[in-house]
């Protein structure tokens, strides 16, 4: 889930960083301008491993700073395709299931990917597995929100982002102060940088109170099962 990438770098340090030594101002540096951020065809960032070297650092002519050359290492979350996560169910939509692991909110477990037969219920805005019991009847299992799910990765999607400037002069004067707002709105449209695709179509994935309750109830059945064997046994015993 957790990967340790290898990246290079040209760091810049202020002037007013020289007090510091150059490797402390160079951690501080990368992790301010890495951590939490998504690299394409990386991963999200999530914290600096170690410095592997430094070359020498140059100053460029008007510009005061420092700059450095520096290969790193940096600990990056990329779960593997098929590698099984538990996270919890932040809401559901008629797209699927959208879960977060706290750090990073952008998964979704499409419908088609959900145990079969699934319904999404409109009032409780809630996805839900229709169970099928043995008398062919079928018990409702909710998806809620906030429940703990098990997940198994199926596909990763980058997007390459850019910076989207402000809507023009021209455009904002030709148009009205309505139209030149949902222009605005649709131009500064954010792109998702880094998502993931999971899947719960298999035994032993889903929300994770559907197993617990599968395991207790097995195992009551065991119990009475036993009791009733030494019942049989006692009876036995006694007739002898």
Known sequence: MFVLA????N????PDQFHL???DAVRDEIDRKLANKVLLNVGLCIALKDIVSLKDSIILPGDGASHTEVLFR???FRPMVGTVITGKIRNCSREGVHVTLGFFDDILIP???LQHPSRFDEAEQAWVWEYPLEDGAKHDL?????????FRVSREIFE???PIGPPKAEAQSQQGPSTSSAA????????TPYRIIGAINESGLGVLSWWDQQGKDDEQDEEDGDEYDNDEDGEGACEE
């Open 111 to 113: 419908h088609a990917a």
């Open 160 to 162: 390459e982002t850019s």
């Open 11 to 14: 760091v810049r340090i202020a």
């Open 21 to 23: 030594k150059l490797v």
């Open 142 to 150: 909710f998806m809620d929100v906030g429940e703990p799910i098990k």
């Open 74 to 76: 940096y600990v990056v």
């Open 6 to 9: 290898e990246l290079k770098d």
């Open 184 to 191: 605005s709105a649709a131009s500064q449209e954010v792109k």
